[in-house]
């Protein structure tokens, strides 16, 4: 099948990237997002994520004439759907006094009902969001009949997740493998159709709930790794084992990969698609909701970490015992937070969970975050610059391996701060060159200093 002109619903982190590619590959593209200031910025050629790369690709893509940005949709010969699959704020769901997420799919249904009346035979539609399994069948393929066309007969329809890791996502897009499920296998090959204008590596066709549950399946597995990971950190702290000697070495072994700990696991995807299985089965994921359980709780582990350090200061420097409110008061400057490392997504970060626990202790937190320098975050105090966050802290809390951070020189950084206590989330910093310094060095997955 031959495209000429693609509708992109949603210009976002996934839909940015994926509509200037094709465009740059000579297929007239229209970007459609509802938010004006979105369209607005596009149009004046600035962009507003930041990825590596994607600053350029959009400038080529507009100059190369096929490119645009509008609120509204027109007729085209394919539609492809890239908008957020969040969960419900409100509401959750309950199997056995276990409470799980859900997704709020009204993203998805409201740019599907948008296509409806520009709907056309031969048309293609595809479905890129992560979503529940059965998504395409049971909630796009009735919204769009309601044209009066049926899927698989007079218009293709496809489910293809994307499978690209911020910070490289221009590179991924390109050469990573594309699972395309169809509601038909002509469906299939519509959309496989479609993504060799560009994609390098695999295209493989399937039907469209198989290519779902690839997709949560991924993340799913990266998640059930990542609790693994956070336990043995845990784990190693009450042995007395430094858990990231001990990972080197396990990884030695040709069939062991573990992941490294962290302050918990984050972004759109990793901490969101598992919970889509747990919505569609509850009865049959007690290690997928496990999984989430330990992730979500690793914050509280951390601030539990940052509260052994101050009480290992204050009971050498006062004999103090009690664990309890030690930290209350004191000032920390929390570096990093975004999701992961070299990224400006903010979203489902648990670096900021940790800064919001240590706020409901009473500390007093300065967050610096190099990648989105003037983010407004719900009541998160946001430092001016590096230089601000520390100045007047008592403790410097590391939370994401940022470039910038890994290469800190502590000699340097000890004259810029009251802090003497520094703590690693991240396996970041080399303590010997920090006590040497004139740190005291806590470190995640180590119990001593
Ligand atoms: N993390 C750790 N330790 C690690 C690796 C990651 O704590 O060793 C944390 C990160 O800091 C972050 C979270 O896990 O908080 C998730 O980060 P990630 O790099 O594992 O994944 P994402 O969310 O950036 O991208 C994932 C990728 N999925 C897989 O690797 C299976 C990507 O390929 C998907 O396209 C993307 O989700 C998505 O959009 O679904």
């Known amino acids: 099948m031959n495209f000429r002109k693609l509708c992109v619903l949603g210009l976002g982190y996934i839909g940015l990237p994926t509509a200037s590619t094709f465009a740059v590959n000579g297929i007239q593209v229209l970007g459609v997002d509802i938010n004006p200031d979105i369209v607005e910025t596009l149009q004046n050629g600035n962009i507003h994520i930041?990825?590596?790369?994607?600053?350029?690709?959009?400038?080529?893509?507009?100059?190369?004439?096929?490119?645009?940005?509008?609120?509204?949709?027109?007729?085209?010969?394919?539609?492809?759907?890239?908008?957020?699959t969040p969960f419900k704020e409100h509401k959750l769901g309950e199997h056995n006094g276990q409470k799980y997420k859900l997704a709020d799919m009204r993203a998805v249904t409201s740019a599907t009902e948008?296509?409806?009346?520009?709907?056309?035979?031969?048309?293609?539609?595809?479905?890129?969001?992560?979503?529940?399994?059965?998504?395409?069948?049971?909630?796009?393929?009735?919204?769009?009949?309601?044209?009066?066309?049926?899927?698989?007969?007079?218009?293709?329809?496809?489910y293809s997740p994307e499978r690209v890791l911020p910070g490289?996502?221009?590179?991924?897009?390109?050469?990573?493998?594309?699972?395309?499920?169809?509601?038909?296998?002509?469906?299939?090959?519509?959309?496989?159709?479609?993504?060799?204008?560009?994609?390098?590596?695999?295209?493989?066709?399937?039907?469209?709930?198989?290519?779902?549950?690839?997709?949560?399946?991924?993340?799913?597995?990266?998640?059930?790794?990542?609790?693994?990971?956070?336990?043995?950190?845990?784990?190693?702290?009450?042995?007395?084992?430094?858990?990231?000697?001990?990972?080197?070495?396990?990884?030695?072994?040709?069939?062991?990969?573990?992941?490294?700990?962290?302050?918990?696991?984050?972004?759109?995807?990793?901490?969101?698609?598992?919970?889509?299985?747990?919505?569609?089965a509850p009865e049959l994921t007690s290690l997928i909701y496990q999984a989430r359980q330990v992730n979500d709780s690793q914050p509280h582990f951390v601030v539990e970490k940052v509260k052994r350090a101050f009480?290992?200061?204050?009971?050498v420097v006062s004999g103090e015992n009690a664990v309890k409110g030690v930290i209350y008061g004191k000032k920390i400057a929390a570096l990093g937070l975004a999701y992961k490392p070299d990224v400006d997504d903010l979203r489902e970060s648990p670096a900021t969970e940790v800064v919001h626990l240590l706020q409901k202790e009473g500390a007093h937190v300065k967050a610096w975050e190099p990648f989105k320098p003037d983010a407004r975050m719900n009541g998160i105090y946001m430092a001016a610059d590096l230089h601000d966050a520390i100045r007047d802290a008592d403790a410097v809390l590391l939370l994401v391996k940022h470039s910038e951070f890994v290469k800190l020189n502590p000699q340097q950084l000890l004259s810029q701060t009251k802090a003497r206590i520094a703590l690693d989330t991240v396996n970041a910093w080399?303590?010997?060159?920090?006590?040497?310094?004139?740190?005291?060095?806590?470190?995640?997955?180590?119990?001593k200093s």
Not at 52 to 78: K, M, W
Not at 261 to 278: E, M, Y
């Open 50 to 84: 930041h990825e590596p790369g994607l600053r350029d690709l959009v400038s080529h893509a507009i100059q190369s004439g096929n490119f645009s940005a509008s609120t509204q949709l027109e007729e085209a010969d394919a539609f492809l759907i890239a908008v957020p």
């Open 114 to 158: 948008a296509i409806v009346p520009f709907l056309r035979k031969g048309n293609l539609v595809v479905l890129e969001s992560t979503s529940p399994p059965r998504t395409t069948v049971d909630l796009v393929k009735p919204i769009l009949e309601r044209s009066g066309l049926k899927a698989g007969v007079d218009f293709h329809l496809c």
């Open 168 to 280: 490289q996502i221009l590179r991924e897009l390109v050469e990573n493998a594309r699972v395309v499920g169809g509601v038909t296998p002509e469906s299939a090959r519509a959309g496989h159709d479609l993504y060799t204008n560009f994609v390098k590596g695999k295209i493989i066709e399937t039907d469209a709930t198989t290519a779902e549950m690839v997709k949560i399946m991924e993340n799913t597995t990266r998640d059930v790794n990542l609790a693994l990971a956070n336990e043995f950190a845990r784990l190693a702290e009450k042995l007395g084992v430094n858990v990231w000697e001990a990972i080197n070495l396990a990884n030695l072994h040709p069939r062991i990969n573990i992941l490294n700990p962290g302050p918990g696991v984050g972004g759109h995807c990793v901490s969101v698609d598992p919970w889509f299985f747990v919505e569609a």
């Open 311 to 315: 009480h290992t200061q204050a009971a």
């Open 430 to 447: 080399n303590i010997d060159e920090w006590q040497k310094a004139g740190f005291i060095l806590h470190r995640l997955g180590v119990n």
